[in-house]
């Protein structure tokens, strides 16, 4: 088993990309760590999202820590800042994303329930210590949740957002 590297991995993987970057946006409100945002910019890439949107105190480009776990990705994905949440979930839903929240919640849904039909579809992705605000989950159109089996409560924020971007393109690219 030889491990491939650098342009022969790319070349594989453009093989499998869409045309376009999957209809998800997520939306990372008021994310206190800039080293979570750039890991999140990264699996952005590797998940060819269609943006992020960075709202609150989430750190945005040009900043170093950001760019430390980035490794240049935040050239390569879109992304636009919003002093509120609020305001950006308004402004997607303007643009007919229907806006979700990755929360746990008394009617929380497993994220596997998304379905096809959902797309486009924007996810916000909550502060690490406080979650997703309770006024912004009451604006969005549904809150889904990550199963987790074990003794502790939650993920960290970046791997919790990569676990839900890939179930996501699961479901789309699934059709059901």
């Known amino acids: 088993m030889l ?8 070349k594989r993987w453009r093989k499998n990309r869409p045309q376009t970057p999957f209809p998800i946006v997520a939306i990372l ?3 206190r760590s800039a080293y ?11 998940a060819y999202i269609s943006e992020l949107v960075l709202c609150g105190i989430t750190a945005h480009p040009p900043h170093p820590k950001l760019e430390k776990t980035a490794l240049g990705t935040e050239k390569l994905v879109k992304w636009r ?7 950006a ?7 007919g ?8 919640t008394k009617n929380s849904k497993p994220i596997q329930k998304v379905s096809s039909k959902d797309f486009p579809l924007a996810l916000v992705v909550g502060n690490e ?6 006024e912004v989950l009451e604006k969005v ?32 690219l699934s059709g059901v």
Do not use: H, Q, W
């Open 97 to 104: 994303y229907k806006v979700t929240a990755l929360e746990i």
């Open 129 to 134: 210590v406080t979650g997703v605000e309770d």
């Open 141 to 172: 159109d549904e809150v889904y949740e990550i199963p987790l089996f074990g003794e502790k409560e939650s993920l960290n924020v970046a791997i919790a957002f990569g676990v839900a971007v890939f179930l996501l393109i699961e479901r789309f």
């Open 81 to 87: 800042y919003f002093p509120s949440t609020l305001e």
């Open 36 to 46: 979570n945002v750039g890991s999140m910019f990264r699996t952005a890439a590797c």
């Open 3 to 10: 491990k491939i590297e650098g342009e022969e991995i790319l």
């Open 29 to 31: 409100s008021n994310i």
């Open 89 to 95: 979930i308004e402004a997607l839903k303007s643009e």
